[in-house]
C-alpha cells in the first residue's frame, strides 16, 4: 500500500514561516492533483490548497497571500511554503490526492499519513 509522508512541521512563534513537503515511492505526483489538508483540535480536517496537474494553485480563503504549494518534479515532491503564519494555522497537516472536486472532495485516491505536526505560538 502506499504511504504519504509528511515533512516540515514544527512550532515557530507568530509569523514564522515553515516549509512542508509530501512525498512517496512508487508514483508520480504530477499525474495528479495533490492537495494539503489540516486538523486541528477538535476540529475536522479541511482542505488548504491544490495544484493541479497543469500547475494551477487553489487556496483556501484563510492562507491566500500567505501560502504557496508547488510541485518539484524532479524529486516527485509538492511543498507548501507557509509564511506570516498564525496561532490558527496551528494543526496536523497532511497531503492526498483528491478524487472529483479540488476543493470539495470527500474521496482520495490514497490512505492518509501520519501528517506533521504545526504549532503557531502567540
Known amino acids: 500500500q502506499v504511504q504519504l509522508v509528511e515533512s516540515g512541521g514544527g512550532s515557530v512563534q507568530a509569523g514564522g514561516s515553515l516549509r512542508l513537503s509530501c512525498s512517496a515511492a512508487?508514483?508520480?505526483?504530477?499525474?495528479?492533483?495533490t492537495g494539503w489538508y489540516r486538523q486541528a483540535p477538535g476540529k475536522q480536517r479541511e482542505w488548504v490548497a491544490v495544484?493541479?496537474?497543469?500547475?494551477?494553485?487553489i487556496y483556501t480563503d484563510s492562507v491566500k497571500g500567505r501560502f504557496t504549494i508547488s510541485r518539484d518534479n524532479a524529486k516527485n515532491a509538492v511543498s507548501l511554503q507557509m509564511d506570516s503564519l498564525r496561532p490558527e494555522d496551528t494543526a496536523v497537516y497532511y497531503c492526498?490526492?483528491?478524487?472529483?472536486?479540488?476543493?470539495?472532495?470527500?474521496?482520495?485516491?490514497?490512505?492518509w499519513g501520519q501528517g506533521t505536526q504545526v504549532t503557531v505560538s502567540s
Open positions: 512508487g508514483f508520480t505526483f504530477d499525474h495528479r492533483a
Open positions: 492526498n490526492a483528491p478524487i472529483g472536486s479540488l476543493k470539495t472532495s470527500t474521496a482520495f485516491v490514497y490512505s
Open positions: 495544484i493541479t496537474t497543469e500547475g494551477r494553485a
